[in-house]
């Protein structure tokens, strides 16, 4: 306003000494990077959570109590319910363009590696879990998966993978 009544260098001063200092209220003090990790960790969150009620209900249907422990066995019956591989799919991004098959044998073999290289005839969910979550970011951001399994679940690492649940 003042500019347009030709008291630019005016318009200028209020501007550098008043304005700039005085900043919306919130601007200056929210933590981005916290908010990125915030969401991200309720995503995993929710991820978990709906992967767990499957792999009860997976279980169950199959008249075994879950007990928190997959047997390496029991991976083609996990991978084959259509809710479960839904999900997993649904974490995928869409301009990935993987077919679904891909993603599962991906993944039933990056398990089953991890399994055999530790000599593990089952799994433990969180351990699971966490490897899933590597495989579906692993598209989001290409790199190899069995890579990832060795690199970040080093031996006796399963029992102390770090997840919401």
């Given at each position: 306003m003042l500019s347009a009544l030709g008291h630019g260098s005016i318009s200028e001063a209020i501007t550098a000494r008043f304005l700039r200092a005085f900043r919306h209220p919130g601007e200056s003090y929210i933590d981005y990077v916290a908010l990125l990790d915030s969401i991200f960790l309720q995503q995993q969150?929710?991820?978990?959570?709906?992967?767990?009620?499957?792999?009860?209900r997976v279980s169950q249907s199959s008249g075994r109590e879950p007990d928190g422990f997959i047997s390496v066995n029991e991976l083609g019956t996990l991978f084959s319910d259509p809710v479960i591989v839904g999900l997993l799919m649904h974490e995928i991004p869409e301009c990935a363009g993987i077919e679904e098959s891909a993603v599962l044998h991906r993944a039933q073999a990056g398990i089953r590696q991890h399994c055999s290289d530790r000599r593990?005839?089952?799994?433990?969910?969180?351990?699971l879990a966490a490897l899933l979550l590597r495989l579906v970011r692993s598209y989001a951001?290409?790199?190899d998966f069995s890579s990832v399994c060795d690199s970040e679940l080093e031996e006796g690492a399963s029992e102390t993978i770090s997840t919401i649940l």
């Open positions: 969150r929710l991820f978990e959570e709906e992967l767990w009620r499957h792999v009860q593990l005839t089952q799994i433990e969910f969180r351990c951001s290409p790199g």
